[in-house]
């Protein structure tokens, strides 16, 4: 009964629990003062990640091992062999998503110190914060569909509220506005589909679904329905028009959390298609008159047109754009376009027989592109936001000659103009490689028009870079100093965190993004964790 | 044919929700089309619990017969989203209070569309 | 707003006990009939709408304040968790309490024995361990949370609009 070994073991519940008990002492604590509001908040987060590392390394020592925690019970399974209680699962997916979402707390968290200082309702901000840290934490741990729909809805309505943070300007409330119909929405679809799977199958739990699910009728309606809600929350074309105007009208450190929260629904998706829908994938034959079509190169293709689609329109729309913040939302719209094409490479060859190296690979470039993803693309909102800190203008026409009085905002901005568009030796190089190798195989077309659209990227970010930084000096921006110690500090913490993958990547692959590849394929182990044999 | 009632209402609630979202441009319009599609969705969850000549799920001491009564776990799902529905709502119709004291129109292609 | 006429005021004075009574018995039986505590709580909070809607947000406000309801709103969510927490936090104090994360550590055991009872009275509120605990804790924060909803957004609509570039 080591104190260790028991944190281990509750850590699933403890990584959930605690920034909900947190957000609900907030108001309480700030009653008091409003620095311990603040300390007391970095305590909370700090706390989380000391429990999300732990967990991490318990589960990286053994090649395959899941962890199962039941909530209120100590069997998985009862007598008659129903699995009752809700569980959460974590595996190397789970945790992979969970690392991604601890950096980007912490680094929120730092920067919203000084950030948001002159802003008044704090305790209101902090205590949504908390619940959308909470909320993602959830959604991306869980192991039952209706505890991942209520997660879904929590994270939803947080960050629709924060959005909407500054609500003395009108556009920032009609992004929330519009934000909010979208979500509920796509998530009412995603409540549609469970209980369509719930109603044939009798069971809401991951595993159970798993091995009991037949590829009838209505089950091809509630993937489809599925598919589409979570889309509509991870901005995929042509769902995307709430993304701009939300993530370029929120604060900044509002931003960085929201880029999370899109890829959450993302790896919502991958969790059903692969796992929940794992084993009828590959062997399910459509017949259409007389020609047999293999079911997942169907899905494989579909989901590759759309990510060329969002590519495209990603890029382009980011080409004539004025604002900083909007051209840097565009970007981020093209870098999930990249995910998906990786994915949907992935889908049409990962389960036949013939060629299985390809389509793991492209699996590993997908994955290892939504840390690389999140990273940068946060990087650039935290570096817009300290501009609009410094100089409160946010167009481009407007701006110039900045790195004189600025100087490292400048260097980050650097950093994570090289990682977004893929030169190295930043991150952002190693897994574009990858996933320009993999699709080459699958088909050249697909890889020519991914390094076209990266170069334009390229070009994008350094007519952003010129016209803001470079350039003579401007008489408006004389007194303008260097942003505050705390924002440097989140922004040189993620800049170093890129700076290490992208100078290791092969260490990066093998320790933390090949198990998650693995636990991705593998879900005849994620089922046999929980009612222990198929 | 009169247990499949329940379910052709369902879709047609969501229907109806779906067009009102689409392609109303009156901001309460909006608002009420996805409390339609809630009411539908709702309406599905509860209509899987139910098994023919059953009676309610309460426990009455001796004189209850668990296999008569119909299934209590769908109760529980509609109940949370009824809930999660009411703080939705909640919160759109605040944005919308917002929203009219700035640009004094609820009329959604007259708004947020300024120059940034 | 201002308040309705003398008629509204006299049967909202009769009519808002029994609401408030039903509402609270909604909450408590929540292990036994149907109900429990966000039913409940929408009983009471929509009793206190009518008290908003009668008197006239003017005087509801004068009587209410909003930070008065925040407490009382974290009060009911920290009761809620504590009592989750507690699930694994019993075992400190008496060592046979083992359990997970929001476990049920008032039933099948002998310490406490008032919480024990099963078989005979079972229609009692102290039956179903924990969950009428929860019941009120989530009771209180529901009928804090919406009529804090509700004054709100009575308070916003007398406020002047604010012309924004």
């Given at each position: 009964m080591n104190l260790i070994d028991d944190l281990i073991f509750h850590s699933p519940a403890l990584i959930v629990a605690i920034p909900l008990l947190g957000a609900f002492l907030t108001p309480l604590v700030s009653k008091i003062n409003d620095k311990l509001r603040n300390v007391f908040v970095i305590f909370i987060v700090f706390l989380t990640s000391f429990f999300v590392l732990l967990l991490a390394n318990d589960i990286y020592s053994v090649c395959g091992k899941i962890h199962t925690y039941v909530f209120g019970g100590s069997a998985a399974v009862t007598q008659g062999g129903y699995a009752i209680r809700i569980?959460?699962?974590?595996?190397?997916?789970?945790?992979?998503?969970?690392?991604?979402?601890?950096?980007?707390?912490?680094?929120?968290v730092i920067y919203s110190w000084s950030f948001m200082k002159e802003n008044t309702g704090l305790d209101k901000y902090y205590t949504l914060y908390l619940l959308m840290i909470a909320g993602m934490f959830g959604m991306i741990l869980t192991g039952d569909m209706f505890n991942f729909f209520v997660f879904l809805e929590i994270t939803s309505i947080s960050s629709c509220a924060l959005i909407a943070f500054w609500t003395n300007k009108g556009k920032a409330v009609d992004a929330g506005f519009k934000y909010i119909v979208v979500s509920a929405t796509g998530a009412l679809f995603v409540l549609f589909a469970i209980a369509i799977l719930y109603g044939q199958y009798n069971a809401l739990n991951m595993a159970v679904l798993a091995s009991k699910i037949q590829f009838s009728f209505l089950d091809k309606i509630a993937l489809v329905v599925l598919v589409t809600g979570l889309a509509m929350k991870a901005g995929i074309v042509p769902m995307h028009m709430w993304l701009p105007d939300a993530y370029g009208r929120a604060p900044s450190s509002?931003?960085?959390?929201l880029v999370g929260v899109t890829q959450a629904s993302l790896y919502g998706a991958l969790r059903m298609i692969f796992t929940v829908?794992?084993?009828?994938?590959?062997?399910?034959l459509n017949q259409i008159g007389d020609v047999n079509i293999d079911l997942n190169l169907l899905l494989g293709i579909f989901i590759v047109a759309l990510a060329l689609l969002t590519i495209f329109i990603g890029v382009l729309m980011a080409l004539k754009e004025n604002n900083f913040k909007r051209m840097i939302a565009f970007a981020a719209v093209a870098e999930i376009g990249y995910m998906i094409l990786a994915i949907g490479a992935a889908l049409t060859t990962v389960f036949s027989t013939t060629d299985t190296g390809t389509g793991v690979m492209a699996l590993k470039g997908g994955i290892f592109h939504i840390l690389n993803d999140a990273l940068d693309v946060g990087l650039l909102f935290l570096v817009a936001g300290a501009v609009y800190y410094a100089t409160k203008e946010t167009s481009l026409n407007r701006l110039g000659g900045l790195a004189r009085n600025m100087k490292y905002t400048t260097i980050f901005f650097l950093i994570g103009l090289l990682a977004v568009s893929g030169m190295p030796p930043m991150n952002g190089f190693a897994s574009k490689l990858i996933i320009y190798e993999s699709t080459y195989q699958v088909n050249p077309i697909l890889s020519i028009i991914a390094i076209l659209c990266s170069i334009l990227l390229l070009a994008v970010f350094v007519k952003v870079f010129h016209s803001a930084f470079l350039g003579p000096k401007q008489s408006r921006f004389d007194d303008v100093k260097e942003v505050p110690k705390s924002m440097?500090?989140?922004?040189?913490?993620i800049a170093c965190i890129i700076i290490f993958i992208g100078l290791f990547p092969n260490l990066v692959i093998d320790n933390i993004v090949q198990p998650a590849v693995n636990a991705l394929t593998n879900h005849s182990n994620y089922i046999s964790n929980v009612i222990g044999g198929i | 044919m009169i247990y499949n009632i329940p379910y052709i209402a369902v879709v047609a609630l969501i229907l109806i929700g779906l067009y009102a979202v689409i392609f109303k441009r009156n901001l309460i319009k909006i608002v009420i089309g996805i409390t339609l599609i809630e009411s539908g969705v709702?309406?599905?969850l509860i209509t899987l619990a139910f098994r023919e000549g059953s009676i309610a799920p309460i426990y009455r001491g001796s004189g209850s017969n668990p296999l008569n009564m119909s299934l209590p776990v769908p109760h529980a799902l509609t109940l949370t989203s009824i809930v999660i529905g009411v703080?939705?709502?909640?919160?759109?119709?605040?944005?919308i209070i917002h929203i009219y004291k700035h640009y004094n129109t609820l009329d959604v292609s007259k708004i947020g569309r300024e120059k940034e | 707003m201002s308040g309705m006429s003398r008629i509204v005021k006299t049967v909202t004075n009769v009519a808002f006990p029994i609401v408030m009574i039903y509402g609270l018995y909604v909450i408590a039986h929540g292990h036994l009939t149907p109900g429990g505590g966000f039913q409940g709580g929408a009983v009471v909070a929509s009793g206190l709408a009518m008290l908003l809607v009668a008197y006239g947000s003017v005087w509801t406000m004068g009587k209410v304040k909003e930070k008065q309801l925040s407490v009382l709103e974290s009060l009911g969510a920290i009761g809620f968790i504590g009592l989750a927490f507690l699930g694994i936090l019993m075992v400190f104090v008496y060592t046979s309490f083992q359990g997970n994360f929001f476990n049920n550590f008032l039933i099948n055991q002998d310490k406490i024995p008032i919480f024990n009872e099963i078989g005979e009275g079972f229609a009692n509120?102290?039956?179903?361990?924990?969950?009428p605990l929860?019941?009120?804790?989530?009771?209180?924060?529901v009928i804090a949370g919406l009529f804090a909803i509700v004054l709100v957004m009575a308070y916003a609509t007398r406020l002047k609009g604010v012309k924004q570039k």
């Open positions: 569980l959460f699962e974590v595996d190397g997916l789970n945790i992979f998503m969970a690392l991604i979402t601890t950096i980007l707390a912490i680094a929120g509002v931003t960085l959390i829908y794992g084993n009828n994938l590959s062997n399910t440097l500090l989140a922004m040189g913490i | 709702n309406l599905f703080a939705v709502l909640a919160l759109m119709l605040s944005l | 509120i102290n039956t179903a361990g924990v969950i929860m019941n009120f804790a989530v009771g209180l924060k």
